[in-house]
């Protein structure tokens, strides 16, 4: 297996090449040449395996150039650092299942993939001699597993940007807290926009970028997909026959795109992708209408998915174009000057064939909080609470729904004190955040502040 551009300016590289260059050296993203199939004798193999060995069986299809034996090794320790035995739980409530993807040391989903890729550059790194800085902007979940992925790590040191004070308490204390030599909290005084601004002038700094071997870690890496696609078809088998149809909050399109994987390898499993959004609605407009158009970015109870640039949507177009890398190159020049897309009737058909979509305001979110809690007992965070709004819209009698749940509760505590009167306890993990000692460097918003301080810290 080869990895390939969207945008077809690449010669074909393998997977460690291709998690080591993240973004496509054309601007284009990174994917696999073919999508491996699954015969129906694998599946019976793998039904009833533990979440790190599925996951082993899953990763090597798609990364046969990192040995066997290594590879089943990073995976064993990405899954060690997860507090519940089974790592992504399968439990049922009320009519839905929910899939708890927040057991990882920062309590959300992000866990899954960042644990896994930060094995994978610590061994590459070694292989190849070489050292990486990462440097990253965070609105609060990435940064933080982000951290938690490479911290006390060898040949990497991580610098990490938030908006200062306009985190979560929770989000601030899971990054500053994190005190191994490695690891660079940077505050900055500004907004979240800033930070990505200064992440990316500084990037576009080609001598810097090499100087440092910068490195990124948002959510275009393809190993981040592929350790996703894991608990779609972790849960999907543990459903003895039939298909099941998902429910993702999403943002990125990153999430759902590792389900859309995941149903082409198995697709006698995975029936319906429902995508919801919050009232940053740009992809559920895209599925619903056919237009994919930047809107204003609103702040919502669930801020994780408050973005307007979705930034794997380019993967799915590529697919959508029937793998036309030409014609997505020229859609994607098409969309950085006008900012829109529009597609065919013919086009918006098999968009709508692949997704269901739906958008949930805030007081719907709140109100599906509420409702779940007081039928089933069951505190549900924002972000999974919409997804599940949008999954109770669309489930039938035919078939189970899998909603993923994206965090822990505890972790948007504010938004679930309003829905249902009290605060979610916390778990042990953060509870104690607030004694530990912290560091954090406080910053102006300005790019030449943060390059000097990576200057000064940087390997
Ligand atoms: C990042 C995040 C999302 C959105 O994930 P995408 O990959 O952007 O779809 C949803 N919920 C939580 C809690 C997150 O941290």
């Not at 399968?90 to 890729?117: M, R, W």
């Not at 009698?397 to 505590?413: I, R």
């Amino acid at each position: 297996m080869k990895y390939i551009s969207t945008r077809g300016g690449i010669e074909p590289i393998g997977f460690k090449e291709a998690v080591m260059m993240g973004l496509a050296r054309d601007g284009g993203l990174l994917l696999p040449d073919t999508i491996p199939a699954v015969n129906k004798e694998t599946i019976k193999k793998w039904q009833g395996l533990k979440f790190a060995d599925l996951s082993f069986e899953v990763i090597r299809l798609f990364a046969p150039d990192i040995p066997a034996a290594d590879l089943k090794e990073i995976i064993q320790r990405s899954y060690a650092t997860f507090s519940h035995p089974e790592v992504t739980p399968l439990v049922k409530h009320g009519k839905v299942h929910i899939l708890e993807l927040f057991h990882g040391p920062t309590l959300a989903f992000k866990d899954v993939a960042l644990q896994f890729l930060g094995n994978v550059f610590e061994y590459l790194l070694k292989e190849s001699g070489q050292r990486m800085n990462i440097l990253g902007a965070t609105s609060g979940d990435t940064g933080s597993a982000a951290i938690y992925g490479v911290r006390g790590k060898e040949r990497i040191n991580i610098f990490i940007i938030h908006p200062h004070k306009r985190v979560s308490r929770i989000q601030e204390l899971q990054m500053t807290t994190v005190v191994d030599a490695n690891v660079f909290n940077i505050a900055i005084r500004g907004t979240f926009d800033d930070g990505q601004a200064i992440v990316k002038t500084i990037f576009n700094d080609l001598d810097f970028k090499d100087k440092y071997g910068l490195g990124a870690i948002n959510s275009i890496n393809w190993a981040r997909i592929v350790a996703q696609v894991v608990y779609y078809i972790y849960a999907a088998l543990q459903f003895k026959e039939g298909r099941v149809d998902f429910s993702v909050p999403t943002g990125n399109f990153g999430d759902i795109f590792a389900g859309f994987i995941a149903r082409r390898m198995l697709p006698d499993h995975i029936r319906n992708l429902v995508l919801a959004t919050n009232e940053n609605d740009l992809l559920s407009r895209f599925v619903t209408k056919g237009e994919y158009s930047l809107g204003k970015v609103v702040q919502t109870t669930s801020p994780s998915m408050d973005i307007q640039v979705a930034s794997n949507f380019e993967r799915f177009l590529y697919y959508l174009y029937n793998e036309d890398s030409g014609r997505t190159r020229e859609a994607m020049a098409s969309f950085g000057k006008s900012g829109r897309l529009e597609f065919s009737q013919k086009e918006q058909q098999r968009i709508k064939e692949n997704f269901f979509a739906l958008a949930v305001n805030q007081s719907e979110t709140t109100a599906t909080i509420a409702d779940f809690h007081k039928e089933t007992g069951y505190v549900l965070d924002p972000h999974t609470a919409v997804g599940v709004r949008a999954a109770l819209h669309y489930i039938d009698d035919q078939v189970p729904m899998v909603c993923l749940s994206t965090a822990h509760p505890a972790k948007f505590g504010d938004a679930v004190l309003q829905a249902i009167g009290r605060e979610p306890e916390l778990p042990a993990s953060v509870a104690g955040l607030e004694d530990k000692e912290s560091r954090c460097q406080i910053l102006d918003a300005d790019v030449d502040q943060v390059k000097a301080f990576v200057e000064a810290n940087g390997l």
